[in-house]
């Protein structure tokens, strides 16, 4: 059973930063941040994964969010910088041990078979 803990959420004004942490014990193939904004589901933030595959972002968080895998800690972190108040959610790290790609798994949270509680980003004024 994989076993996910989150922590870095909070409260920070528009244009801060933050940064998620994401500690997973057990063996997986693809770690990602998703966010769900007040009303609206879970969409996918950024996921890396084992494979030579390049990290995938949303879009709205290219350039701005990086995610980083450090192997030895089996931690994934989510540096977000610029933050916009459109950012704001509770922000999920899930893992999975499927062979897809990390970009499929990225847009479809459905498909991610483990999840942590979550952590909450507020980015307000």
């Known amino acids: 059973q994989v076993q996910i803990v989150e922590s870095g959420g909070g409260l920070v004004q528009p244009g801060g930063s933050l940064r998620l942490s994401c500690t997973v014990s057990?063996?997986?193939?693809?770690i990602g941040w998703f966010r769900r904004a007040p009303g609206k589901e879970r969409t996918g933030v950024a996921c890396i994964g084992n494979s030579p595959e390049p990290a995938t972002y949303a879009d709205s968080v290219e350039g701005r969010f990086t995610i980083h895998l450090e192997k030895t800690k089996n931690t994934v972190y989510l540096q977000m910088n610029s933050l916009k108040p459109e950012d704001s959610g509770v922000y999920f790290c899930?893992?999975?041990?499927?062979?897809?790609?990390?970009?499929?798994?990225?847009?479809?949270?459905?498909?991610?078979?483990?999840w942590g509680k979550g952590t909450l980003v507020n980015v307000s004024s």
């Open positions: 899930a893992a999975d041990r499927g062979e897809l790609s990390t970009r499929w798994y990225c847009a479809t949270p459905m498909a991610m078979d483990f």
């Open positions: 057990g063996s997986t193939s693809v």
